[in-house]
């Protein structure tokens, strides 16, 4: 009897006496779809309090003397998950969660204010303290990752003849999702290595590209897409009042008039780090509007945004596009303001046809190495991306990048590298790409030239009847220095040979500086400006349709040559020699009042000087190209003058000219953004018709913005004139609040065309017989020429209508009171 007391005191004691049995648990949370960690999961042994979350990076560690036998993880917008665990040992459990199909806000009734109130006043209140742009300078190393793949593989997808002939790749498609995951397809994957420059006053930024590693479907030359994945093009910066991501202005969950804007939840507080934090989450007032659901971690210290997790559905109103979710983790700078030091963007597009599948885009930034409050000379951030010209791509071997990557690839990154490997060298790939390349660039490309374009290949009108044109231009693989092109058409009607030619030279990539010579001979309308239109090659290719009341031949000869000669400001000086043969009824007089000096031909011979003022534009060069993606917040002032040289090689004019253009984009928060252009020109002397200031008439059923929409081609002149032309984008503003329209993500535009003018009694004179029909008026400064508009963009997506009205000069010949214009666009 002794001896059982005795054994039960020693049971009952055993676990004061021996060391208790530790179990530590540590794994990666993962989204089942995209494969991408999960940062802030809430990782606790199920019926406990015992739990930890996850970093950044998805990772988590947990180690207790108490566990339960399960393991639960749980985060919001997601469905929870529970898994086994074994106790007293060290074990690995990783999880993939499922995301929820909706994530509705609870509506809770309380007594007084919100507490999240009274947090978010004091946010607001240390923004500027804790805001990186209140750094007089900042720069740091960074790297990029960007993984697109092919997401959504329905059977119908599979089914499709060129899946099916890579199925031997489909196959290993299961090893890149994971236990859990849904299959991907990746088709693009890169890396580069940055240093990120920015000063406050003035605003300036630098990204120097220090080396990219890129794999990809249909991708060659590597210099564009080297400066569109590094950070330049990846900073989010959420204590701005809006951020604009693909184009749109989305609020801010910290906006000075968050109130107006969102809904917040107080949900816990926790410590993030070594900072201890509170955790809010933020909901649209509107399921519709530009704006974020998530959650952020505020620092009770500071009142600064320590982490934030940022996601907008598809309720926004964009096009294709399922979701975007931003993460960033922030720390502190030993001035105050935080920088970012991970970023994480996940960009999931849907299907647009069921048998299609979708895609996902994921962006990873990190940085390190900072650097703060030791600004450059300006002349330093002089160019915003630079890419050195002996960059090469791809130069350096794993072990090397082994060296510059901030955290190792994942054993799924290695196979996404091999298998787009593997896609790449499949025949029918291949040439799916190449058509693809075909329609975006409109040239085929045939070792160093590329052949087209192909929308002009053919043309019908009623000088020419069909008219049949090809031509080619030499690509980066024949020079990087050199570009010849030319063009070969003929008419069948007027049995006549049109060609053109060009060479150009890039003379220096640093302070962009070109030198080029054209000449050309073809069939031109009047009231069509082929400088002005020159990247609207869709309504270039439609003029050349139709009746041409007033064509003409001409002769050209262009020499150009323009420099940047400091960031932001440009010059040009151009000469230009053409000729001018009329088939139609026309002609001038030399010497005004005498009947006898009646010409109805004429040459012109004109130098040009052009300055241009663009303080924040960004620029990118690629290949033997450079694109500007425009400014950020400052107009596009553009000053030309012209001057008519008299004598030289028979020019038949002296005359000075000076235009002077602004152009801007007005973000306009929920009303959507704006773009307002400003146009001023007048000319000295007395001058034929077709040389004054030709209005850009329409008279295609096709919109573009900078014509005018109900005026016919050459109905209007002059020699002096003030032109405004508004376009505004209303989003999903109004017609989202429509129940029956909501579903349509239809988005309502609008526009209005103004001109101001004069044609002077000389001008009028000399012209014989007059540029107008009888009865026809001009324009005047006492009577604008007026059209307002209104229409709906994103019918189908692509598909954009006007409704315009034409308000003055309704007595002129052939004058349409009202429109309906179509065009063809791509908006997100």
């Known amino acids: 009897m002794t001896f059982v007391k005795v054994s039960v005191f020693l049971l009952c004691c055993l676990p ?82 499922e995301e929820e199909v909706t994530r509705l806000r609870d509506v809770v009734i309380l007594a007084g204010e919100n507490p999240a109130f009274e947090i978010l006043r004091n946010v607001i209140r240390n923004k500027d303290r804790n805001d990186k742009r209140n750094l007089s300078a900042y720069e740091y190393d960074t790297y990029s990752k960007i993984e697109i793949d092919i997401d959504n593989m329905t059977d119908k997808f599979r089914k499709k003849k ?26 693009f994957i890169s890396e580069s290595v940055s240093r990120f420059y920015y000063r406050n006053n003035p605003e300036l930024k630098l990204e120097n590209i220090r080396d990219t ?84 971690w505020i620092t009770k210290k500071e009142f600064a945004i320590r982490q934030i997790e940022a996601t907008i559905g598809k309720q926004a109103n964009l096009n294709f596009i399922e979701k975007i979710k931003i993460q960033q983790e922030l720390l502190p700078t030993e001035a105050g303001p935080w920088l970012p030091v991970k970023n994480r963007v996940l960009i999931n597009v849907g299907q647009v046809r069921d048998d299609w599948a979708g895609m996902l885009a994921k962006f990873y930034t ?3 190495d900072f650097v703060i409050n030791q600004p450059k000379p300006p002349k330093f951030y002089e160019k915003q991306i630079l890419l050195e010209e002996d960059y090469i791509l791809n130069q350096y071997n794993d072990e090397y990048w082994s060296k510059l990557r901030h955290e190792p690839l994942t054993e799924t990154e290695k196979n996404v590298y091999q298998m787009i490997d593997t896609l790449t060298n499949i025949p029918v790939v291949r040439t799916y790409v190449d058509i693809v390349k075909i329609i975006i660039n409109g040239y085929k490309k045939v070792g160093k030239v590329d052949i087209g374009p192909y929308l002009s290949l053919m043309a019908l009108n009623n000088i020419e009847g069909i008219r049949i044109q090809s031509g080619f231009k030499t690509n980066y693989h024949f020079s990087r220095q050199w570009e010849f092109g030319a063009q070969l058409g003929y008419g069948f009607r007027d049995e006549r040979v049109k060609y053109s030619a060009f060479v150009r030279n890039i003379l220096d990539r640093k302070r962009w ?134 004598g030289l090689w028979g020019s038949d004019f002296e005359y000075d000219k000076f235009r002077l253009t602004v152009v801007k984009r007005l973000p306009m928060g929920p009303l ?157």
């Open 16 to 97: 004061l006496i021996l060391p208790a049995q530790v179990t530590t648990v540590k794994g990666k949370v993962t989204d089942v779809t995209t494969g991408d960690p999960i940062p802030f999961v809430n990782i606790v042994f199920k019926g406990t309090s015992i739990g930890t979350t996850t970093d950044f990076d998805g990772n988590y560690t947990l180690t207790t003397p108490n566990p339960t036998d399960s393991l639960l993880a749980s985060y919001i917008g997601y469905r929870a998950r529970v898994k086994p665990v074994q106790r007293g040992v060290t074990q690995t459990i990783n999880f993939q969660l």
């Open 162 to 187: 060129i899946i099916t002939q890579i199925t031997q790749v489909l196959d290993s498609v299961a090893v890149i999702a994971g236990e859990d995951g849904k299959p991907i397809l990746p088709v």
């Open 213 to 296: 590693k890129i794999s990809g479907l249909g991708f060659e030359d590597g210099s564009l897409t080297s400066q569109l994945i590094g950070p330049t093009f990846q900073e989010y910066n959420f204590y701005r009042n809006w951020l604009t991501i693909l184009e749109k202005d989305f609020v801010s969950p910290i906006a000075d008039g968050w109130r107006l804007y969102y809904e917040y939840d107080l949900i816990d507080s926790l410590y993030v780090g070594d900072h201890y934090c509170y955790r809010i989450d933020f909901f649209p007032k509107s399921p519709q509007a530009l704006a974020f659901t998530g959650s952020m």
């Open 366 to 368: 990190s940085n390190r």
């Open 513 to 646: 500086t070109t030198v080029g010579i054209r000449v050309r001979h073809d069939l031109g309308r009047v009231g069509i400006d082929d400088e002005n239109l020159a990247d609207d090659y869709l309504f270039l290719a439609a003029s050349r349709f139709g009746i041409f009341r007033r064509g003409f031949y001409f002769d050209e000869y262009r020499f150009n040559f323009q420099r940047e000669l400091v960031k932001g400001f440009s010059q040009r000086l151009a000469f230009r020699y053409n000729t001018f043969k009329p088939v139609f009824d026309f002609g001038y007089y030399t010497m005004p009042g005498d009947v006898n000096s009646l010409a109805t031909t004429f040459q012109r011979a004109e130098i040009v000087l052009e300055s241009r003022l663009s303080r924040d534009e960004l620029f990118l060069q690629y290949d033997n190209e450079r694109v500007s993606l425009g400014p950020q917040k400052w107009p596009i002032i553009t000053f030309r003058y012209s001057r008519g040289l008299k």
């Open 672 to 828: 959507g953004t704006a773009r307002l252009t400003l146009t001023g020109e007048y000319t000295d002397d007395v001058l034929p018709y077709p040389l004054l200031s030709l209005h850009i008439g329409n008279e295609t059923p096709f919109y573009t913005d900078i014509i005018y929409s109900l005026m016919n081609f050459g109905e209007f002149f002059s020699d002096q004139f003030v032109s405004l032309q508004y376009r505004q984008h209303f989003e999903g503003f109004i017609l989202n609040r429509i129940p029956l329209m909501r579903r349509l993500h239809w988005r309502l535009t609008g526009l209005a065309n103004v001109i101001y003018g004069n044609l002077s009694e000389e001008n009028l004179a000399i012209s014989n017989p007059l540029p107008f029909p009888p009865g026809n008026n001009n324009i005047t400064w006492k009577r604008p020429y007026v059209e307002l508009g209104y229409g709906v963009e994103n019918i189908f997506r692509f598909l954009r209508v006007d409704f315009v009205h034409r308000l003055t000069y309704l007595e002129n010949d052939r004058a349409r009171k009202f429109g309906v214009l179509f065009t063809a666009q791509f908006k997100l």
